[in-house]
């Protein structure tokens, strides 16, 4: 279990820095992130720690020392590596020799503070190239920022007590990194939101990055990160903006034929629309802390399980704690996603129908649904058989309560609930719940209702197994 982390003050940890002789770095700042270095300098004894600092704020001088970006995009994942690789290079070149018992580091940041009119929100990119012993290579954490106070000066004053937290971070909890990840919001507590962090380099080439990324939405940082299919963490501003989305929930413990029928048929059916543009759709899988959730606490094997499934599968994917799918929704809001679809099993669209209904008994039902059914957004509902019955159940046939049948009749003939047409009937047979059961209980015939590739996976890694009702790890 993980122990109790301690807060340390920012003026702490910049002197507990500036006081060890062993690291010495550049820091290099753009835009809103001009305040890291200034917290170096104020705790004293900045002398032993910095090498130079700088920043590039004219774009014209900024691009004539770490070159031009695409789109004219200066707060981006890109720029921050360019950053880095210039400075660290001119820290190796001008004083490896000099100081050999050094670990160097290097601090770069890019970020964009809210403006007069509100419409810059405020975000950043973060990072420190550090060594962690004298001549070794150096690693890297990098993260993504959004600032969430509603003041430039103090949005320029978390990017500061963000960028000392990092550094302290790199060298003082590089051996636990569910630590490492928290101690990211010391001293900003409800001023920032964290959704994107990537560690790497020879000293953590075994750290799993989605791990971390449960980590930020496991405690708070953020409700929303992303891990590609080659198991690095991504942002969605480096692909998404402006593009159509669709977001695939689910368990997937284990992920069937069934769960890839409703991912290739609905996405199929989503690129298919006539306002879509196919080669600007995307679609991704999500899971939720809900769905990962075991008795109150978050299995991480479990989850680097389903999340090992998915990549095999070739996802991308969203770990989320918005059970509600409005949170989901505004978080994916501010990339200007043109069109997004979200798929949904029919029983979860009843249940969602339901809740509604029940808890806005107060004259708010159009403003509950129309939270969710927004003018780009369409649920397209997957449909599945009654275990009891095996009736099949579709958007159509769904027993809504009396009370919105109107509402929920509106919404399919307006078409923001859309029916996934060409599903596989026989399919439907095959229920998730059922398999995991028979995994666990060590049964055969199982692997039939998966993808080989899956089937094999599970088998050769003893995937889902248990012993004495506890799952292997």
């Known amino acids: 279990m993980m122990q109790k982390h301690q807060i340390l003050k920012t003026e702490q940890k910049a002197l507990e820095i500036n006081l060890n002789d062993k690291i010495y770095g550049t820091f290099a700042e753009i835009g809103a992130g001009q305040e890291v270095a200034r917290n170096f300098f104020q705790a004293g004894a900045a002398v032993g720690t910095i090498a130079k600092t700088m920043s590039a704020y004219d774009k014209t001088y900024s691009d004539a020392i770490y070159g031009e970006e695409e789109k004219n995009r ?12 210039h400075e ?33 929100k405020g975000n950043g990119w973060l990072g420190v190239r550090f060594q962690l012993g004298p001549n070794e290579k150096p690693n890297e954490l990098v993260v993504h920022v959004n600032m969430l106070d509603n003041d430039n000066r103090l949005q320029q004053e978390a990017v500061g007590i963000l960028g000392v937290n990092m550094i302290y971070a790199a060298y003082f909890y590089n051996d636990d ?24 380099g020879p000293r953590f080439e075994d750290t799993d990055n989605r791990l971390l990324g449960l980590y930020l939405v496991k405690h708070g940082l953020t409700l929303v990160t992303m891990f590609d299919e080659n198991k690095d963490s991504i942002h969605p501003s480096e692909f998404l903006y402006k593009k159509s989305l669709m977001v695939v929930r689910g368990h997937y413990r284990p992920p069937t034929l069934v769960s890839v029928d409703a991912i290739d048929k609905s996405f199929e059916q989503f690129k298919a629309e006539p306002d879509i543009d196919e080669d600007k759709a995307y679609m991704v899988t999500e899971m939720t802390l809900d769905y990962l959730d075991h008795g109150g606490e978050i299995n991480e094997h479990d989850f680097c399980l389903r999340a090992d499934l998915l990549c095999a599968m070739g996802h991308k994917v969203i770990i989320s704690n918005c059970s509600n799918h409005v949170k989901l929704i505004n978080y994916l809001s501010r990339f200007k996603i043109q069109k997004l679809g979200l798929v949904i099993g029919v029983h979860e669209l009843l249940e969602i129908v339901q809740s509604k209904y029940e808890e806005n008994q107060d004259g708010r039902l159009l403003v509950a649904f129309g939270e969710l059914f927004t003018r780009n957004i369409k649920v397209y509902a997957y449909p599945a058989l009654e275990e009891s019955t095996m009736e099949l159940r579709t958007a159509r046939n769904l027993p809504v309560p009396e009370g919105i049948k109107f509402l929920y009749q509106h919404l399919l003939d307006s078409k923001h609930i859309i029916e996934v047409e060409e599903f596989d009937r026989e399919l439907l047979e095959i229920f998730p719940h059922k398999i995991y059961e028979s995994i666990c209980a060590g049964e055969s015939g199982w692997e039939k209702h998966l993808p080989k590739n899956l089937a094999d996976m599970i088998n050769e890694k003893g995937m889902f197994c248990y012993i004495d009702g506890k799952e292997q790890s």
């Open 177 to 200: 990194k569910e630590q490492l990840v928290k101690s990211l919001l010391d001293g900003l507590k409800s001023r920032v939101n964290i959704d994107m962090v990537r560690l790497s």
């Open 74 to 85: 200066y707060v981006c994942e890109s720029r921050v590596y360019k950053m880095l690789d």
């Open 88 to 120: 660290y290079g001119l820290m190796e070149e001008r004083l490896q020799d000099v100081r050999p018992e050094t670990c160097f580091f290097v601090f770069a940041d890019s970020c964009a503070a809210i403006n007069y009119r509100r419409t810059i």
